[in-house]
């Protein structure tokens, strides 16, 4: 069974960068794997915020983007604010099954 | 405005069956993906299943393959979850999800609680 790895938690100060990954357990995560990427904030339901690797829905502020780094997905939060602090999950498509990730917390102090 | 309404969740008995629907509105309904998400409590999501527009190719995850069966019924803009043999590992929250495009699980629903326990 694929596994999907993300960072369990990451800090970062108001105003500055951080960059979540999400690397797969059979190898490099490819752009034919389609990663996307959620944001959850506590009490809320998952939001869609990247997907096909670096593609923004409408919502998606321009401080956030996806990329693929190193052999695995990634997202990108620059100019960091306080409502970013959240729970960040990447799905990725296997041959039919999407994966999700165990996801990020991101804590900005 | 996208709607997505499930129902059909409740406490079942390990090896028990639970249907659940979700009524959808506010767009073409036969022109989409769905998709039903789970997250249990205090966990990340998990993907469920998956149906095409038309209803004529599912995916499952190796999780709930063999005991759960996605379906759709376009002209009443339903789709709808039947879980057979439940666990209590499948107790979590349920999601039904409008893909778009290439990009799942877009819109989601409030879920529905489903609680397998003796």
């Known amino acids: 069974q694929t596994v999907v790895t993300q960072e369990p938690s990451l800090t970062v100060s108001p105003g500055g960068t951080v960059t979540l990954t999400c690397a797969s357990s059979t190898g490099a995560v490819t752009s034919g794997y389609y990663p996307n990427w959620f944001q959850q904030k506590p009490g809320q339901i998952p939001r869609a915020l990247i997907y096909s690797t670096s593609n923004k829905h409408s919502w998606t502020p321009a401080r956030f983007s996806g990329s693929l780094l190193g052999g695995k997905a990634a997202l990108t939060l620059s100019g960091v604010q306080p409502e970013d602090e959240a729970e960040y999950y990447c799905?990725?498509?296997?041959?039919?099954?999407?994966?999700f990730g165990g996801g990020t917390k991101v804590t900005v102090l | 405005e996208v709607q997505l309404l499930e129902s059909g969740g409740g406490l079942v008995q390990p090896g028990g069956s639970l249907r659940l629907s979700c009524a959808a509105s506010g767009f073409t309904f036969s022109n989409y993906a769905m998709c039903w998400v789970r997250q249990a409590p205090g966990k990340g999501p998990e993907w469920v299943s998956s149906?095409?527009?038309?209803?004529?190719?599912?995916y499952y995850a190796d999780s709930v393959k063999g005991r759960f069966t996605i379906s759709r019924d376009n002209s009443k803009n339903t789709l709808f979850l039947q879980m057979n043999s439940l666990r209590a590992e499948d107790t979590a929250v349920y999601y039904c999800?409008?893909?778009?495009?290439?990009?799942?699980?877009?819109?989601w629903g409030q879920g529905t609680l489903v609680t397998v326990s003796s």
């Open positions: 799905l990725v498509l296997y041959g039919g099954a999407w994966v």
């Open positions: 149906i095409t527009a038309s209803g004529s190719d599912t």
């Open positions: 999800a409008k893909d778009v495009g290439s990009s799942p699980a877009v819109y």
